[in-house]
């Protein structure tokens, strides 16, 4: 087999839909075997539902189809302990881990005098502290022989995004928590490197900052524009960003900040 991440191992979070399936399927058919990981529930906080079993069933499905390896756990990654456990398990049964891809994300949306204090704690809890918990539970099985963390951020985690400050803000944490682990992990060959797409169709939408961009602040939605003349990218697009990150083509790459996000940060 000539894969580019062939015999690989990676865990990547939010897996059942959206950008999470489509890392897995192009990983997959590089050669990977994966441990995929979602919450499968819709949370109050967040206005559009989360994916179900069924989403988490048909990825794996896809990736066995390829003739790889899918373990799926049903996991929310605001529990860290409960995170470890799953990656232990799933480690256990592969045999080791080589990257882990931290993609579990939500978005509130709102202005800055209606977003409230729970939409605060549930979007850094989930897209902040469930990062971390991520590359928690991956590490232990990395130092040893080394590997690759990716962190997905946003353009949301380069330039300042209105309409959802707690999604900004956590964003822009991702990429400190990233580049201060990829400092104390050099030494032991872990990269750790973020990944900034700018706008995909997927299940993440919430309705309501549509509405705010279009009925309420039209003069902020400039910010939003990409440069290349096209209004989205398309997941596989973000995919092979992570699928470069997690091959050994990237061995010496850490610490970047790698944007697939046509243009829209240079405005
Ligand atoms: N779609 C975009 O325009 C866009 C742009 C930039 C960055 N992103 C980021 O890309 C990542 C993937 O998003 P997507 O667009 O595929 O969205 P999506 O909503 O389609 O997929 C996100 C997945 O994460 C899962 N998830 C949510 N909370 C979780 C939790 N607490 N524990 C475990 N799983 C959880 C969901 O069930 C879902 O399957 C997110 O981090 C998002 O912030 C998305």
Known sequence: MSGRVTGKRVLITGAARGMGRSHAVRLAEEGADLILVDICESLPEVEYPLATRDDLDETARLVTELGRQALTYVVDVRDGAALSAAVAEGVA??????????????????????????????????????????????????????????????????????????YTASKHGVVGLSRALANELAAVNVRVNTVHPTGVATGLRPDSLHTLLHETRQDLGPIFQNALPIQMTEALDISNAVLFLISDEARHVTGLEFKVDAGVTIR
């Not at 978005?107 to 897209?127: I, K, P, S």
């Not at 022989?145 to 949301?156: D, E, Q």
């Open 93 to 166: 049964e592969l045999g080791g881990l080589d990257a882990s891809v931290a993609n579990a994300g939500v978005l509130t949306a709102g202005t800055w005098d209606t977003t409230t204090a729970e939409q605060w704690r549930t979007v850094v809890d989930v897209n902040l502290i469930g990062t971390w918990n991520t590359c928690a539970a991956a590490l232990p099985h990395l130092v040893e022989r080394g590997g690759s963390l990716i962190n997905v951020s946003s353009v949301a985690g380069l330039k300042g995004s209105p309409l959802h400050t707690p």
